[in-house]
């Protein structure tokens, strides 16, 4: 019901982002501020959609990885 909640103000994209972040496998803090990249995020086609999902997935991983840099986490997307 908390997701639900969430989603009140999001369009198609940010629902699909928001639903795809809760997917990974993470601490439920992160998901939470997570939430709030979804709801900045002017996600407005599927381009958008996968740019911002692909970002926020190697962001993901490498912050598990340890190996967080965000010059080396944004080549990797763009």
């Known amino acids: 019901m908390q997701a ?6 999001m369009n198609e994209y940010q629902t699909m982002l928001f639903d795809f972040m809760n997917s990974l496998p993470m601490q439920d803090n992160l998901k939470d501020e997570l939430h709030k990249v979804a709801l900045v995020t002017e996600i407005d086609s599927v381009k958008d959609f996968i740019i911002a999902k692909n970002i926020i997935f190697n962001l993901i991983r490498d912050i598990a990885d340890g190996t967080l840099t965000i010059t080396k986490t944004l080549e990797t997307c763009l």
């Open 4 to 9: 639900e909640n969430k989603k009140i103000y």
